[in-house]
């Protein structure tokens, strides 16, 4: 499904530099500001709050149409290494058919022999499995939050269902491509236990990525009229719990602490404890 906002907000825009310094690798490398996919947990939005601050989450993006460009200058100067694609928006959201920056970047990244990591809740990822396929220092991740459609287009309603999710990962396995899933952030009585939860590992043995990340839900800035909404959507009487286990610190390390067992107990009943890799 595609987010579709009335008031939709697409610029072309020319940026000074491309490839930053990254915890989540040595560098991160984002084709695009904003994000298409509108999810309403995201973490993204504190990025964008000076040079789109009374625009909604989803409605607009900043493509950045010299990035390939740049990757060609920056790489003379920077020291080799990792880069993470993308930290503050998804590479492959739907304007990356129309515009193909990522794709052009990702052939300027492997030209300057430079390791890639994915991570990716979009199924047009697997346009570019041509370049991906046979090259050593690349890994591929997919997001899941849930595995229920109906859920994920609450709580991500621009982003393909988990199921399409699921098919491009496990297509990318096939040909041999280094994957991983990240389940994050696990949304608290709904995908964090129970049936849900069971869900998702089930989801991993059937995929069988290298390893498999898993995160809480955080208190990211500017998230809770979004997240706030969905909840109701979903459960209105879950909306007082969510402002708990976000806001009340003693709340959220309970929280956290039944939910880091929960999720070594579902992972050794599904023999997956070598894969996992908690994030919290
Ligand atoms: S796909 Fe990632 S960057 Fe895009 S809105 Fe969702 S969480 Fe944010």
Known sequence: MVNQQPHFRLREVTVKSIISASKLADYALNPYAGCQHGCVYCHARFATRFSHPNEEWGSFVDVRVNAPQLIEREARRNRPGGVFISSVSDGWQ???????????????????????TIQTKSVLVRRDFDLLEGHPSVELGMTLTTTEAEVAALFEPGAPAPEERIEMLSGANRIGICTFVFLGPLLPYISDRGKGLKD???TIVRVNPDYFLVDRLNPRYGIWPSLSAAVAKYDPALVPKYREILYDRQIRECYTRKLYQRIITEARQHGLTDKLRPCF
């Open 94 to 116: 739907p304007m990356e058919e129309r515009y193909q920056i990522t794709r052009q970047c990702l052939e300027a990244l492997i030209k300057h022999h430079y390791a890639i």
């Open 200 to 202: 998702l590992l089930d």
